[in-house]
């Protein structure tokens, strides 16, 4: 069954820093989704990337997939205290989740 | 955009009754519904696929018995948690996707909390 890695696992930064977040597959990516979560919430979609090499972006988020190394990576540019919360990677027809990783933004 | 909604967002039942969720796709038909189980500071596990007018396919380690999952529309399906047990208490979550869709967005409900006395 496919697994999936998120680095690191927990994440501190200062608002306006920019961060990265990675996710990485035990099996070949045809396709990753990003969302968050504020914990006892929902999910929140953030992107889909059903491509290798595709990139996109929303905001000050963007993301990459890279089929060849089974990864993604999740990037956030001059992060606000906005986007504090749990970032999930998921992949798969079932759509299996990585075990997240918590973001903190002070101000 | 799509929605998907759960209910109740939270309930709390004495120990050996039975708990049921809904999940309602509101504005699109869904063919498969998921649900998943979340512990507290620990990420989505996935439980069971809700499939419309068959049984639902069960991951390994989820008793079937115990979560009876019922996907009798192509807009609702349910989860229900019989003889719930204190250790059964958690975040329960459901997510849908548009039918004739393999691929695509999943989109999520806002989750139903689970607390078993």
């Known amino acids: 069954s496919q697994e999936l890695e998120q680095s690191p696992q927990s994440l501190i930064v200062q608002e306006g820093k920019n961060l990265t977040i990675n996710c990485t597959s035990s099996k070949t990516l045809y396709g990753l989704y990003w969302y968050k979560q504020k914990y006892g919430e929902g999910l929140i979609f953030l992107m889909m990337?059903?491509?290798?090499?595709e990139e996109k972006s929303h905001e000050k988020i963007t993301a990459k997939l890279d089929e060849k190394k089974q990864q993604s990576s999740l990037h956030i540019t001059a992060s606000q205290p906005s986007h504090a919360g749990i970032y999930l990677c998921g992949a798969g027809e079932k759509l299996v989740f990585g075990k997240g990783t918590k973001l903190t933004v002070n101000p | 955009g799509a929605v998907v909604s759960q209910h109740p967002s939270w309930v709390i039942c004495k120990s050996g009754t039975s708990v049921k969720i809904e999940c309602r796709s509101l504005?699109?038909?869904?063919?498969?519904m998921f649900w998943y189980r979340q512990f507290p500071k620990q990420s989505l596990m996935l439980m069971a696929t809700?499939?419309?007018?068959?049984?639902?396919?069960?991951e390994q380690g989820v008793e079937k018995d115990k979560f009876l999952i019922n996907h009798a529309s192509l807009t609702l399906s349910t989860l229900t948690v019989t003889s719930a047990h204190p250790e059964d208490s958690s975040f329960y979550i459901c997510?849908?996707?548009?039918?004739?869709?393999?691929?695509?967005?999943?989109?999520f409900g806002e989750g139903s909390r689970l607390t078993v006395l």
């Open positions: 997510s849908a996707r548009s039918t004739g869709r393999s691929t695509g967005e999943l989109f």
């Open positions: 990337l059903q491509k290798g090499g």
């Open positions: 809700s499939n419309e007018g068959s049984k639902a396919t069960y």
């Open positions: 504005d699109f038909q869904a063919t498969t």
